[in-house]
């Protein structure tokens, strides 16, 4: 069974930086696209950012120039690099397979001085 672990979370103060991980197991080509999202308290999740298996990138507006996506197929690992972090970056991070219909439990953020 493919299994998504997310790691690197916890609380920065605005402009720190967080990296965050998502250990991937089970049996994945190494092609699928890979997906970033987020979900803050009283809102919906949403698409932070996604990476190709040819690494083609896109990112929510919000999060331009501040977040990098990146993969290691040999690692079975997905990144996210974070930032000049804002307190509206503050929600629980998760990452999947784009198009995936089952979610873990994320790792959360928490941006505030």
């Known amino acids: 069974q493919v299994q998504f672990v997310e790691s690197g979370g916890g609380l920065v103060q605005p402009g720190g930086s967080l990296r965050l991980s998502c250990a991937v197991s089970?049996?994945?080509?190494?092609?699928?696209?890979m997906a970033w999202y987020r979900q803050a308290p009283g809102k919906q999740r949403e698409l932070v950012a996604g990476?190709?298996?040819?690494?083609?990138?896109n990112y929510a507006d919000s999060v331009k120039g501040r977040f990098t996506i990146s993969r290691d197929n040999a690692k079975n690992t997905v990144y996210l690099q974070m930032n000049n972090l804002k307190p509206e970056d503050t929600a629980v991070y998760y990452c999947?397979?784009?198009?995936?219909?089952?979610w873990g439990q994320g790792t959360q953020v928490t941006v505030s001085s």
């Open positions: 999947n397979r784009q198009g995936r219909a089952t």
């Open positions: 089970g049996g994945i080509l190494n092609a699928y696209a």
């Open positions: 990476i190709t298996g040819l690494r083609s990138t």
